[in-house]
């Protein structure tokens, strides 16, 4: 497997890594390393975390700041490491950075060789295996919604409606517009082609 990594990280002229893996609030959590520093943890498992980020709050707390004793096997109060395994078949170009870079998403795995039980992944797989166990296939349609601004160097002002292509601000709500979009046709250009890179499909745009 790690010629695998090896081979793929050479074709791709790839400088670095970005190991990730999500909590339960869905965060990207990690560390970015040189691609022969990231080839040598996967041959001694040096790709290690602490263990508490998976009780971390989405405000960037911790479970435990209400003095209630988590169960030892979902926080360690030593907050000792857990591995980072890499999942090859999640490793993908990241096509907006100006080095070659990599991401690849990682299950994180006790000393014992466990999965971490509060991890979104373990706690995903234990999903899906229910489904596997009543010969259930899942179907989902993630939405993402998002709002284009423009750009604010200054966090003490308002944020602004964008200006377009156009060269004028949208002065009132176009729902489902599409001219609304074609106002910022190269930035979905973008989106398209950096998801065509990542192997994400994209079914629809809409305002």
């Given amino acids: 497997m790690i010629n695998k990594f090896e081979n793929w990280l050479k074709e791709n002229s790839i ?3 970005e190991c990730l893996v999500p909590d339960l609030g869905g965060i990207a959590r990690g560390k970015i390393l040189p691609s022969d520093k990231f080839i040598r943890g996967l041959k001694d498992d040096s790709h290690r975390l602490p263990q ?18 988590l169960p030892i096997d979902v926080y360690n109060p030593t907050d000792i490491d857990v591995i980072l395994r890499p999942d090859f078949n999640s490793i993908r170009p990241v096509p907006w950075y100006e080095d ?11 000393l014992n060789g ?8 373990a706690v995903l ?33 308002p944020l602004e409606v964008p200006i377009g292509q156009s060269g004028r601000k949208e002065t009132g709500k176009q729902s489902y517009g599409i001219d609304a979009i074609n106002e910022f046709d190269p930035l ?7 998801c065509e890179e990542q192997d994400i499909e994209i079914d629809t745009i809409n305002h």
């Fill in 52 to 69: 508490s980020i998976f009780i971390q709050t989405i405000s960037g707390g911790y479970a435990t700041e209400d003095d209630e004793e």
């Fill in 100 to 110: 070659p870079t990599a991401q690849i998403i990682c299950d994180a795995v006790n």
């Fill in 15 to 17: 400088t670095e890594v």
């Fill in 188 to 194: 979905f250009e973008d989106v398209y082609n950096y």
């Fill in 114 to 121: 466990s999965l971490v039980i509060n991890s979104s992944r």
């Fill in 125 to 157: 797989k234990k999903i899906l295996k229910m489904f596997d166990d009543e010969n259930y296939k899942p179907v989902v349609s993630p939405e993402v919604e998002f709002y284009l601004v423009k750009p604010n160097p200054d966090s003490d002002y």
